[in-house]
């Protein structure tokens, strides 16, 4: 391997001599990136990423009113702060559209920028410009860059860990005082903006050893990285620490249980699958042959340096995909920083003039294997965090009508495309860039797919939302607080909340589940109904969610609303009159719900339900429950109106519990009547 360097070792330091041309070649790509994802950002038109979005423009917000890092008023431990940093400015600007528009410009810029990391580091390795471009090109169509439209990390922190696995390569090939320094610069960036990528230094610190060993030694290799081992030994001690202390801020907790652990293993190979795709499938075979080439038989010390942290990078994402987040879920988000990696590795394959191919089809054998094997569809139908790729798998099968036959012809189609791989390498001259374009034009295909399904769901999201998206912030009711009921939707409260920053808080009737792991203190309800907040009552408008809960104040104006979303100032203290759970702001109710009732007068009456049915053709049935204790029940004629009075007897508030079966019905009132209590329930 020395003499080959020694050979070629002028060619090293390319990274620093790239032509004019090539400069010119990569600005006018990255320019063309920019354009491009500025103009399909343009297409999405509300934020739909909960609760990550609004915890980005949360924080940004608070930086750019000159507060620290805070989410509705409360101090917020959490340490990914690098985009709200950047975004901060954004949120100046007057309208909350605006600033999203902005934020994707900004995002535009960053995943665009991606290229030129990717580009240097093809170059390092000593492929050719035509290769290294097409990489660049691969870099930038990679199906997870759609996210860029969103207000997330990952458009932020892409183009931070290309750079910092760079600048990690050019620290192992040729060590020094700067290369050490770019190096750590580049890596604290890259986990300011996601904290998954802090074990960047360890890959680079693990890179040391094979490159040391055949070198002048692993001891001598390790003194002259002794910086960055001192570092990934603080890193080290770090993770202890916070481990033993039990808190680690915005994570619940820092390892995920035994149980949920274990299962996550079974998804690892379909991480790793579903990366593959996003590569676009043609290059992959290729690349994981060259990738492993360059460990066992490398050429020249950058080629192992590279193959050495890629692999233990790769290593370190899908082990974290095991650990970290929804384990329960395929974690794409996690890995698609490798597709430009595999990228290379598959332009170091095809540098080797001597190429059997036998390897190849082993590697597309398995592939084929699984892709048969294991359908996408069922991990398609449980996701829910956003996901690319499977977004695009989903849209296939809505447009073929059956969700075994979508994922039928995506596995099909992948096959097809490894299997050209496979020809890419049999043949000796004239097949690289032809595999790496067909590879991106996979990937863009899954792209295109992944954006119509965004499209369309973007879509359905808008249409449900009032057509004055600051409807709150327009009424001018100073800084109200959502009042979340027990049927108040996660995506509900926090998509209010993005677009109407006026909103600062958010509170909790007994039952509601807060919407995120931040600020939602829950409030009491007295015996008159007064909404009670550390003991002291409420008195700032409130908005109410009527989703599926019927909440009625007594003594307030509605200032405005949109949709089940009203918004009502109380006249002094805000005092419930009705809070029924379960039914639905068309009035369907659920199976289970309750009711809460507050009379004005405290002489005895009627609380009073009018029922029918869903069907017109199906009876229903009501029960209501007084402590688990069934008090009245009914059967619900098809399509006729049945009238439940209830008899109320003593002063305050009038609680029952109900199950329902296709019934629907009207808000419940209380009727005085002196001689209910004498009478039995009607």
Known sequence: MSSTAERVGEHDVVVSRISLSARAQLAGLVALSVVVYALLARLRSVPTAFPDEYLYSALGRSLAAGHGPSVRGAPAHFPALLEPLLTAPAWWLPHVEQS??????????????????????????????????????????????????????????????????????????????????????????????????????????????????????????????????????????????????????????????????????????????????????????????????????????????????????????????????????????????????????????????????????????????????????????????????????????????????????????????????????????????????????????????????ERLTNSIVRASLPADLTWIDDAHAGHPAFVASPGSARDTILETLFWNRSVGRVYLLPGAQAPDKFAAPAVDVDAAGTLLHDGRPVTQAVVLDDSATTTRLADARRLAAGGPVSLWQPNGAARLSLLMWGRLDDGILLNGGGIWLWPKTTHEGWVELRLTTVSAVKPGTFTLYDHHRPVATRELPAGRVTTLRVPLCDAGRF????????????????????????????
């Not at 190849?360 to 294991?374: G, H, N, S, T, Y």
């Open 100 to 453: 999203l528009r902005a934020i994707q410009v900004v995002n535009a810029v960053a995943v665009s920028l991606a290229a030129v990391p990717a580009y240097v580091l093809a170059r390092r390795v000593r492929l050719t410009h035509g290769t290294a471009l097409g990489i660049a090109v691969l870099t930038l169509v990679a199906p997870q860059l759609t996210l860029s439209s969103q207000v997330l990390s990952e458009p932020i922190a892409y183009p931070l860990a290309l750079a910092a696995i760079a600048s990690a390569v050019a620290l192992v090939d040729r060590p020094s005082g700067r290369a050490t320094a770019v190096f750590l610069a580049f890596a604290l960036l890259a986990t300011l903006a996601r904290v998954q990528l802090a074990v960047i230094p360890a890959c680079a610190l693990v890179a040391v050893v094979p490159v040391g060993a055949r070198g002048d030694g692993i001891r001598a290799a390790l003194r002259r990285h002794r910086v960055l081992a001192g570092v990934v030994a603080l890193q080290l001690l770090g993770g202890v620490a916070v481990a033993a202390s039990g808190s680690v801020g915005y994570y619940a907790t820092l390892l995920p249980s035994r149980a949920a652990f274990l299962g996550s293993w079974k998804l690892a190979p379909v991480d790793v699958y579903v990366l593959f795709l996003s590569a676009g499938v043609v290059i992959v075979p290729a690349a994981l042959v060259g990738g492993a080439l360059a460990l066992v038989r490398p050429r020249f010390r950058a080629e192992l340096a590279f193959a050495t942290v890629s692999a233990v990078f790769f290593g370190a994402l899908v082990l974290e995909a095991c650990f970290f987040g929804d384990v329960k879920l395929v974690q794409e988000r996690y890995l698609f920083y490798a597709v430009p990696l595999l990228g290379i590795a598959f332009g170091l394959r095809m540098t080797r003039t001597q190429r059997r191919w036998h390897a190849e089809a082993a590697v597309a054998a398995a592939f084929a294997a699984f892709a048969a094997l294991v359908p996408l569809a069922g991990y398609v139908a449980a996701q829910t965090s956003p996901a690319p790729l499977q977004g695009a798998v989903r849209r296939l099968e809505l447009a073929v009508g059956n969700q075994g036959s979508g994922s039928l012809v995506f596995a099909v189609a992948a096959t097809a495309a490894v299997a050209l791989g496979i020809a890419a390498v049999a043949r000796r001259r004239g097949v690289q860039t032809a595999a790496l374009a067909a590879s991106a034009l996979v990937a863009v295909a899954i792209a295109a797919g992944a954006l119509s399904y």
């Open 655 to 682: 609680a029952r519990g109900f199950t329902s079966n296709n019934a629907v019905a009207a808000v419940p009132r209380y009727v005085p009547d002196p001689g209910a209590c004498s009478r039995p329930t009607l």
